[in-house]
């Protein structure tokens, strides 16, 4: 069963992995904002799945910490890069 | 393993970010840089930590590193702060006088 | 190499477990590359953001969930913010990397990372003299979590002078700093996702810090979700909270309320030393201002000299 | 298998739909679309099977609202990143 849990939130990273070369290409600093947006959902799901596989209550806590801040770079990004006209 | 795995992590990310701190001139190049040497410092913190026999590993390594981070996100902020000021003043987002135009 | 195998005899983690251990080392290698060396620093900051998740990651393999907990909501979310910030008002789109010197360093750096590694794997065996010591004494400390006994308790100086430090950080950018934050009306989007987020937050937050006394959690990790909660409100518009006497009274809340105990303590023993039957109260009791303390430092270095916007403003 | 298992295996193609769609759709709402939709709904199906195993309620509504939070937070900074694109043609600043 942990294997099964670890394998899980592996294969979530290496979907991260992937994500990640749309940051890279862009081309536009909103398109790179988009892709590492994704690490707020599936990081938070690859947290889960690795608390389950290693039988870690407080993993929960920390997937909850993330939930709740995962819109602040995303709006701080939206709110300080638009042109103020 | 997965403290040697991470120990090794940790290595490389100060060695990385030593260079990258002597390479960079841009100032915030060079924030960045401390604050990924930083991580290789609590990295290897950390990873030596785990070796405790307790559930969860060393809780000084813990404690130390949860104020390490504290303290370098403010000093990050500082230095930010200094860095946006310099570049207004002298419109430069250097240090050095000779490189820039 | 004894500890080596020490370790891996500890670990519940199989091949499967080694397997996820090294793709997050090498996805973390990888990321800090291009955070240091690629051209576009917008790029880098952004992927900074990506690396910090990743670091904290690797901490939950690393069995610090504590650790863990600060690093992805400090050094993730409110450094990242900071970096997007700075570099919105430097506007330095593109940069090329200047390598003065490239061959030499490079050259000192790969002698470095060998000597480094040569040093790591030497390291005598680990010692676990001070966990001991924290455990055989964690009755006494008043609270159930090692990590919180440290903080708060055995090596309580370290944090009081922390928070004492980031008070000074901040007064350091106040002193620096001549912008102000300038934002644009927020949407009506943005402040309904800000008031629906804003209860569950305060929840979590307060939830953490409570927790704190007998499992991962605490006055940083609670700190730091409410600074990002107060970060989203700044963003959203809510600006005059900033200027307010409210925060600027949590800012000192947390020194404040570490220093009080600290000398009333004096009365029974020497400075910071609780008496048992009293302490979980009393490290309740602080961690709570410390809290308020992080929270509203953390924001409020991302907003710059608060005064100047605030008299401009009727 | 348990459900549980089962649930969240269900969950992990629509992770891999979400990355192939940011990699592969041509502009930036389509791919917006495809990583806010797909990984939500797969977050859902693992937040799901992960709360038939829970053996709390309070860890059920910890998960639950790790969910829920995800979603608006997701939802809201997609709208708002679009917003900055519409408003400003393909340029928004800043950086490339």
């Known amino acids: ?29 909103a398109d790179r904002m988009v892709a590492a947006q994704l690490f707020g959902t599936t990081g938070v799901a690859a947290i889960l799945l690795l608390g389950q596989g290693m039988q870690e209550r407080a993993l929960v806590d920390l997937a909850l910490l993330l939930s709740v801040l995962a819109a602040v770079t995303g709006v701080a990004f939206t709110r300080l890069y638009r042109r103020v006209q | 393993m997965s403290t040697l795995v991470f120990l090794l992590v940790g290595v490389g990310l100060v060695v990385m970010s030593l260079h990258a701190l002597f390479v960079h001139t ?23 930590g785990s070796q405790s026999p307790t559930p969860h590993a060393d809780p000084v390594a813990q404690a130390l590193v949860i104020t390490g981070i504290v303290v370098a996100v403010s000093a990050t902020a500082l230095a930010l702060a200094l860095a946006l000021r310099i570049k207004q003043t002298t419109g430069r987002a250097t240090l050095s006088e000779e490189t820039e135009e | 190499m004894d500890w080596v195998l020490e370790a891996s005899a500890l670990s519940l983690f199989g091949p499967m477990g080694l397997a996820l251990d090294l793709l997050l080392a090498a996805g973390l290698l990888w990321l800090a590359w291009r955070v240091l060396y690629s051209p576009d620093l917008f790029l880098s900051v952004v992927l900074f953001i990506s690396f910090g998740l990743l670091v904290s990651l690797a901490y939950l393999r690393l069995r610090a969930p504590d650790v863990a907990m600060a690093e992805a909501a400090i050094g993730a979310a409110l450094t990242g913010t900071l970096l997007l910030y700075t570099l919105r008002h430097m506007g330095v789109p593109i940069e090329p990397p200047r390598l003065a010197q490239h061959r030499l360093l490079t050259g000192l750096a790969l002698l470095m990372s060998a000597g480094l590694g040569w040093a790591i794997l030497t390291m005598p065996g680990f010692s676990d003299g001070l966990v001991v010591q924290v455990t055989q004494h964690l009755p006494q400390s008043g609270v159930e979590h090692p990590v919180t006994a440290v903080l708060l308790n055995f090596r309580a100086y370290d944090t009081m002078l922390e928070v004492a430090v980031l008070l000074l950080a901040l007064v350091g950018v106040w002193a620096v700093s001549s912008t102000e934050l300038r934002l644009p009306a927020p949407s009506a989007v943005l402040r309904g996702m800000v008031s629906v987020l804003l209860p569950p937050g305060l929840l979590v937050g307060g939830y953490l810090l409570w927790v704190g006394a007998y499992q991962p959690g605490g006055a940083f990790q609670g700190g730091a979700v409410l600074g990002g909660l107060l970060v989203l409100l700044f963003l959203a518009g809510w600006r005059a909270l900033a200027a307010g006497w409210l925060l600027r009274l949590a800012l000192g809340a947390g020194l404040l309320a570490f220093l009080a105990v600290g000398v009333l303590a004096m009365a029974g023993g020497s400075l910071l030393e609780y008496r048992l039957e009293a302490a979980k109260n009393l490290i309740l009791f602080i961690e709570f201002f410390v809290a308020l303390s992080v929270a509203a430092t953390l924001a409020m270095l991302l907003l710059g000299r608060p005064g100047s916007a605030g008299e401009q403003q009727p | 298998m348990s459900l549980e298992l089962a ?12 990355t192939v769609g940011l990699l592969r759709f041509p502009d930036l709402l389509s ?50 990143i679009a917003h900055t694109v519409i408003d400003a043609g393909s340029e928004t600043g800043g950086g490339s």
């Open chain 1, 1 to 29: 069963m942990t294997d099964w849990y670890l394998g899980l939130a592996g294969f979530l990273l290496l979907n991260l992995g992937l994500g990640l070369v749309r940051v890279l290409r862009g081309p536009t600093p």
């Open chain 2, 26 to 48: 841009h100032l915030l190049r060079q924030v960045l840089a401390i604050n990924v040497l930083g991580t290789g410092v609590f990295m290897v913190f950390i990873a030596w």
């Open chain 4, 7 to 18: 649930l969240i295996l269900l969950g992990m193609p629509f992770f891999l739909a979400g």
């Open chain 4, 31 to 80: 791919r917006e679309h495809a990583v806010t939709k797909a990984d939500n709904l797969g977050l859902g199906l693992v937040v799901l099977g992960l709360m038939l195993g829970a053996e709390s309620v309070l860890l059920a509504v910890k998960l639950f609202l790790i969910w829920i939070a995800v979603l608006v937070a997701s939802a809201t900074v997609a709208q708002l």
